[in-house]
């Protein structure tokens, strides 16, 4: 779902290192007292969703809660659950239907808070296109090719009333220029990547169908997992991590350009631009909090409603019970 | 230019940057006729082969080659260096045709002629083996049949046998006197050894050091054929030290 | 060939991959690998051929990515050889160029090529090319620039032009070389197809098919997948050895062969 593939994944891998190595020096003074958690993202490179994570770090949230957090990324999209089990990793950010797969696959991780609360995938097109259900027909739409796009496409094939074979899905490295030149008629994001990526290219908003109008399940898209190891053995760090990031959250939300400001600082060269990384963080806010505003409060229901539509879409095989993909009890 | 007389050389001469290689130098070589060069390293006679083979121009004078000028031109001579020069993905066949395939199509008569060369020297049972499998007196052998298969009537062979060994060298040089009476081509022949060029000569050229020039012209009367019977000849050692002398003389200069 | 080394040659190979196979198993049971991690050999073979009929086409298009792309990249590489060989002034402007064409990125070549060229096999095709020229073009150079100069001497002497001195003596003498030159693009040729594959497909892929299983922790499909490529290059690599081994049998035969043309045996009164 996010940009840049190809490129990101070199980038990212150089970022990973050198953050590391900038934050292990950072804190010789403190380590005796911090617990070094492992964080890993879901993609190559950084973008405008690690904002709660970065923030923690530089504004002092997780010290604060007792951690010391070092941010990993995987060398390709996807890797992070097997990060997470080889014990590469500690606490995850994957999607939801990484999760679905994960648990289909016996893999022993475990949801234990939302990132964001609502599907906010869709299809989108440069600004002044017509983008309708009906007129997808023999379309080229762009993929990325992850699990959640391909989780996806079968319900705006099914609201559109299509076959497979009636649209073409093409995949690449990038879908901004491919989406100017015409090379593609429409992309497959979230608001918060696509709205920000074309706006930027064509100074003004793109044209999309989101959610519930695409004909995809209302699930929210991004999670926080750890192994059943790790959240058996280390819980208090769990909370600890939850505590502070939903802390950095609320700060990110209301000091937004000082936030973006910290996420440029970190990753200068995380290939986005300050107008990109704003307007993009400005976007996944409001995702953050459910309808009661709260954060993180995962459902039954949610994780139902998923595993339904992955087996529906043979994604997975079976619909096991919710609690299998998630607890709430670390939640601050 | 008499009857009898294939090459004329009249006032050649080459001077590379600041070496004089030849001086002026005027020859005639009969028709038929095996003559021997030899002469000091460095002394110009290879630069003399590669002027009548055309592969560099002289500085002055006149090639007369059976009545054609041919300075500045190739392909009207047969040419043989020390190395074989055998070309490893060809076959015995196809090695001896190559001055054939260098100008154009093999035809069924290039390939009946090298089947004919190969069969009478020894070499029918390996027309199609690749030059890897042969050994370095069969290698020379195959590499003077593509230097007749050119059916030039001058030869120019330069040190040809100077790589093989004293055995291997002598049984070359008997079986080279076969083919030069065989097919009554003119040789000349370019050597370090007094003893080869004695042997197989009719007349022997002896140059002189840099800048090379023709001091001695001997005529070698040896009868033919020439046998191990010649080389302890009374005649033969006669003819011998004259070129010695002649070689140890100028190089005393 | 003795029957023993005959022998050898066959089954050295099948035993290294067999030992190889068995370090593989061993890992994977000893080490209490999960599944979701690594797959055993034998599920990952089970993985490609129980989805055979789906995998079938994507092996298929990679195939042909691979091939045309090598066939085009072989062509431009021998041809711009013998440019560079032939005109002293190219190997001045031209070389460098080469080089730094090798030098950027192929990842980086991808999104133009696929706004220019599209999703299908046009793209992937000029990556497979564009590494498989650059050891072939330096594998002729090195041969031209290698052939002996008395031979090449000797053919003037005989009168031959310089396009029949090429025809006859440099092009074949600069085959072995070219033949290194083919092996080792052809170890390369079916990574820039994936590349391409990763970089831009319409409809599947093998690269996408990996990466699908990649996110469904499937990672006997990610091995299998891995599995079907590995065995195109080697397929691939073996063909160019086949054919290395037919073009220059003089490598490896006392004898040319009986059929071949120009080398006929000797048949008296034909
Ligand atoms: N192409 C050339 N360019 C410059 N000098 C040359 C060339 N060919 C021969 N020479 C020089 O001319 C002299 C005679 O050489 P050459 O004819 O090969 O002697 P040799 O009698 O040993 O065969 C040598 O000093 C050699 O270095
Ligand atoms: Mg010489």
Known sequence: MKRNFLSLSVAGAVLALSSVTVLSAGSIASASTLTAVKFVYDFPGPDMEIIPVVVAQKEGFFKANGLNVSVEFPPSTSLTTQLLTTGSGDIGFITTSDMAVAVEAKAPVISVANYSMTNNWGLFAKPGSTLTLASLKGKKIFSWGDTWTNAMIPFVLKKAHLKASDITIVTGANDTPLLMNGTINFTTSTTNYAIPGITEATKSAPVGIVGAAAGVPNVPVWVYAVTHNYANQHGKNVRAFLKAIKAATIWASSHQTKAVADFMAAYPKSGYSKFYSTKGWALTVPLLTNSAGKYFVQTNKQWTTLATALKSVKLIKSVPAPSTYYTNKFLP | MSSSSLLELRGISKTFASTTALSTMDLTIERGSFVSIVGPSGCGKSTLFNVLSGLIQPDGGSINLEGRDVIGATGHVGYMLQKDLLVPWRTVLGNITLGARLKGKVTAEDRDQAKGFAEKYGLGDFLNHYPSALSGGMRQRVALMRTLATNHQLLLLDEPFGALDAQTRFEMQQWLLQVWRDTQRTVLFITHDVDEAVFLSDRILVMSPRPGRVVDDLAVNLPRPRTLETLVSPAFTEIKSKVLHQLHHERAL | ?270
């Open chain 3, 1 to 270: 060939m003795t029957k023993k080394k005959l022998l050898l040659n066959i089954f050295g190979p099948i035993l290294s991959v067999v030992v190889l196979i068995g370090i593989w198993q061993a890992i994977v049971v000893w080490g209490n690998v999960a599944p979701y991690i690594a797959p055993k050999p034998w599920d990952a073979i089970n993985a490609v051929t129980s989805n055979w009929s789906t995998l079938a086409p994507l092996t298929w298009w990679t195939i042909k990515e691979t091939v045309y792309g090598y066939l085009v990249g072989a062509l431009l590489g021998a041809f711009l050889g013998v440019v560079l060989n032939k005109i002293p002034l190219m190997q001045r402007v031209l070389y460098p160029l080469l080089i730094l064409t090798q030098a950027i990125p192929i990842i980086a070549l991808a999104p133009p090529l696929v706004m220019i060229l599209g999703f299908g096999v046009m793209p992937k095709v000029v990556i497979v090319a564009w590494i498989v020229f650059f050891p072939v073009t330096v594998s002729v150079l090195d041969g031209l620039n290698h052939v002996d100069k008395d031979l090449m001497t000797l053919a003037k002497v005989f009168g031959a032009n310089s396009l029949r001195r090429f025809v006859v003596l440099e092009m074949p003498a600069a085959v072995t070389q070219l033949f290194s030159g083919l092996k080792i693009g052809a170890t390369y040729a079916v990574t820039g197809a994936i590349i391409g594959e990763l970089a831009a497909s319409s409809g599947s892929s093998l690269a996408l098919y990996q990466r699908s299983a990649s996110g469904s922790l499937d990672a006997a499909g990610v091995y299998g997948t891995t599995l079907i490529m590995t065995a195109i290059g080697i397929v691939w690599f073996l063909l160019v050895v086949g054919a290395e081994y037919i073009a220059t049998p003089w490598q490896r035969r006392s004898t040319a062969r009986q059929w071949r043309r120009g080398a006929k045996p000797v048949v008296t009164n034909n």
